[in-house]
């Protein structure tokens, strides 16, 4: 049996959480940076323009609509307001990636609360996953949804991408940053999932703990005559 000045210890030396592996300080670490760093990502992809529309000569002028509102040189409107009420797709991607936005900071406090109890593990694996397909969902709701709007409306926005010229005016629309970054941010969150529920469950180490090491002196017995 091994020994700490003199004092027997419960478990051998090399059964002792270290490294990166499961319930491991590094690991929880790495967890918490992870989660933390795709709230931020998500709040950056829902404060992102989704959608430009550029006006080419003589104006040369772009609108960058945001999920929240639109803006052109300097002034912005919501969607809320009579001129354009018939935007709703961008209050309901809006609505799907605040969605995404909370189940990531739910998944970061049942993250917090597994450190100290193994059968909140779980909720990182719900949370995490439910926040990526709503966030996957957003832009590829967005692409199908914001073309099939306009063109109803009258206007000659037949597509995601592309370009029309009118009266010697080109306009070209497509995807904004926003909506570029947002399935790379859900890789991050999938990623950040699976290293936040690996950090916090252990089920071989809690199969380990529950049948403490004993001494093979300690099993052996004398044979009988």
Not at 9 to 29: D, K, W
Not at 38 to 55: E, F, G, K, N, R
Not at 117 to 132: D, M, Q, Y
Request: charged content about 15%.
């Amino acid at each position: 049996m091994e020994r700490d000045n003199g004092i027997p210890r419960a478990y051998p030396r090399h059964n002792l959480p270290r490294g990166f592996g499961p319930r491991t300080p590094a690991a929880l670490v790495a967890a918490l940076v992870f989660v933390t760093l795709t709230i931020s990502l998500v709040l950056v992809v829902a404060s992102l323009p989704w959608w430009d529309l550029h006006y080419g000569s003589p104006w040369n002028a772009t609108q960058r609509y945001y999920l929240g509102g639109m803006c052109v040189e300097g002034s912005c409107q919501d969607y809320y307001t009579d001129s354009i009420r018939h935007y709703t797709y961008f209050p309901q991607t809006y609505g799907l990636v605040l969605t995404a936005l909370a189940l990531s900071v739910f998944e970061l406090a049942f993250l917090i609360l597994a450190i100290f109890e193994r059968k909140f593990a779980v909720g990182i694996l719900v949370t995490g996953l439910l926040g990526s397909i709503t966030l996957m969902v957003a832009p590829i709701y967005f692409y199908f949804a914001l073309p099939l709007g306009l063109s109803s409306d009258g206007a000659f926005f037949t597509s995601f991408f592309g370009s029309y010229t009118e009266r010697g005016m080109t306009y070209t629309w497509g995807g904004g940053p926003g909506w570029f970054m947002a399935p790379f941010v859900v890789i991050v969150f999938l990623a950040a999932t699976v290293v936040a529920f690996f950090a916090a469950s252990d089920s071989a180490g809690e199969t380990r703990r529950s049948k403490p090491f004993r001494p093979l002196a300690a099993m052996s017995r004398p044979p009988r005559d």
